[in-house]
Nanobody, 115 residues
Framework: QVQLVESGGGLVQPGGSLRLSCAASGFTFKFYIMAWYRQAPGKQRELVATVTSSGTTNVVDSVKGRFSISRDNAKSTVTLQMNSLKPEDTALYYC?????????WGQGIQVTVSS
């Protein structure tokens, strides 16, 4: 079955960096769009970044210039590099397997940006 396991979260000071990783299994990773979403307390889940099967990436405006997404098809992993972190980046971050077909989600990993 599809499994997405996130790692790399934690507590970081404003201006710091974190690298989130998602290990995927149970499907042919290279064929699927992968993404990172986040959900802050009291807010809806929102898209952060996507990477297509061909490696085309996109990040939302609020993190542009600070976050980047990448994938390693040989290792079936997708990574979110987060730099210049701000308190408003505090959220539960989710790995997502997108199209084609049904979406799947990881269990989420906490990122807290605080001094």
């Amino acid at each position: 079955q599809v499994q997405l396991v996130e790692s790399g979260g934690g507590l970081v000071q404003p201006g710091g960096s974190l690298r989130l990783s998602c290990a995927a299994s149970g499907f042919t990773f290279k064929f699927y769009i992968m993404a990172w979403y986040r959900q802050a307390p009291g807010k809806q889940r929102e898209l952060v970044a996507t990477v297509t099967s061909s490696g085309t990436t996109n990040v939302v405006d609020s993190v542009k210039g600070r976050f980047s997404i990448s994938r390693d098809n040989a290792k079936s992993t997708v990574t979110l590099q987060m730099n210049s972190l701000k308190p408003e980046d505090t959220a539960l971050y989710y790995c997502n397997k997108g199209s084609p077909g049904k979406d799947y989600w990881g269990q989420g990993i906490q990122v807290t940006v605080s001094s």
